[in-house]
């Protein structure tokens, strides 16, 4: 039998890579470099949301495109940087090491068949010792993204909050507009609305290490809770949004 590789993908698309970038001093340039080192980018965009620390020099060292993005927020950064794109394929990830840029090749290799590809952080086997991923996180992640994969007729997830994602141009591109959320809840908006808009998308593993630095959304048990509230209330508020959607258009 021929031996088959299933990491081919079309390398003559133009590929962005986006990361949203908040007081990441001390990891922002290795991340960058890291993925550089895969020549695979036309464009590394790091969308700088008002940091206060030295993240702004670090990225200015490399080779990537410095935006600022004055609306506070995580939503607000990677909106930005949907909207700042225009290569065929988009990439997004967090500057803070806590993603290997190795799975980018995963990535490219699944879009030769689907529109997105959503990574998730929950496979036991490949979260590294010292990840921030405590029993609370992992099963909370998997009990959001269950409730939003019943609710909205999703493919599996597992993970309502990884932000490592692929996606074609025209995905992105039909939904921009239309994302209005930007706080640390925004992945949920992202997935519902790439779900509704028909998109053909497949969830894979990834690898999750330790973090260079310290988490601003979750450093804490309550303030995981606050994001699992937030995106449970979006979820469920754009879930009876689309209900009466459809009995208006029964109606009529």
Do not use: W
Request: net charge positive.
């Amino acid at each position: 039998m021929e031996k088959q590789s299933y990491l081919n993908f079309n390398l003559d698309k133009t590929i962005d890579l986006i990361l949203p970038a908040y007081n990441e001093s001390e990891s922002i340039k290795k991340s960058i470099e890291d993925f550089e080192s895969l020549n695979l980018f036309s464009n590394i965009i790091v969308i700088d949301n008002n940091s206060t620390d030295n993240t702004a020099e670090q990225i200015k060292k490399t080779k990537a495109i410095y935006c600022l993005e004055k609306k506070q927020g995580y939503g607000s950064a990677m909106i930005s940087g949907f909207k700042y794109s225009q290569s065929d394929i988009i990439i997004t990830c967090e500057p803070d090491l806590t993603f290997s840029h190795l799975d980018v090749y995963k990535f490219l290799s699944y879009l030769n068949d689907f529109d997105c590809v959503f990574g998730t952080r929950t496979s036991k086997s490949m979260i590294e010792l010292g990840a921030k991923m405590n029993p609370y996180l992992r099963y909370g992640n998997i009990f959001v993204a269950k409730i939003l994969e019943y609710l909205f007729f999703g493919p599996s997830l597992t993970d309502v909050g990884c932000s490592y994602k692929a996606f074609k141009k025209q995905s992105i591109k039909k939904i921009c507009n239309s994302l209005d959320i930007s706080g640390s809840h925004f992945q949920p908006e992202l997935m519902i609305k790439l779900i509704e808009n028909k998109n053909r998308i497949i969830e894979i593993p990834v690898f999750y290490l330790k973090r260079k630095g310290y988490s601003k959304i979750t450093y804490n048990f309550s303030s995981s809770l606050k994001v699992a509230i937030n995106m449970l209330f979006l979820i469920l508020k754009l879930f009876i949004l689309k209900i009466f959607k459809l009995k208006k258009f029964n109606v009529e």
